[in-house]
Nanobody, 127 residues
Framework: EVQLVESGGGSVQAGGSLRLSCTAS???????????MAWYRQAHGDECELVSS???????YYADSVKGRFTNSLDSAKNTVYLQMNSLQPEDTAVYYC??????????????????WGRGTRVTVSS
């Protein structure tokens, strides 16, 4: 059984930083062509937004809204992906979800083409 567990969310003031973690069991984060992953977020009442992703060879993608502020990194030894978030703004407030295995959505918090989802971690940024 694959499980993704996010942690690291919390409340910060604008300009602050947080580092989210996504640790997998039953699934390997290793930047291979088969093991894509992504971070999504969902603000209250809004659709899920793709924040960042990693694909084969460690290629990373960032939404324009977070480019230059967020960094997606992998610690293979810990089987954990991180999302370092700097210069946080109130508009970054959302529940952040980790997703893995690009391809088919089997269910989960966001109807996006990833097979496995964590339960999310909440980030609140106050002005």
């Amino acid at each position: 059984e694959v499980q993704l567990v996010e942690s690291g969310g919390g409340s910060v003031q604008a300009g602050g930083s947080l580092r989210l973690s996504c640790t997998a069991s039953g699934y390997t984060f290793d930047d291979s062509d088969e093991n894509d992953m992504a971070w999504y977020r969902q603000a209250h009442g809004d659709e899920c937004e793709l924040v960042s992703s990693r694909s084969g060879g460690g290629t990373t993608y960032y939404a324009d809204s977070v480019k230059g502020r967020f960094t997606n990194s992998l610690d293979s030894a810990k089987n954990t992906v991180y999302l370092q978030m700097n210069s946080l703004q109130p508009e970054d407030t959302a529940v952040y979800y980790c997703a893995a295995e690009y391809g088919t959505w089997y269910g989960g918090p966001c109807p996006r083409p990833f097979g496995y989802w964590g339960r999310g971690t909440r980030v609140t940024v106050s002005s």
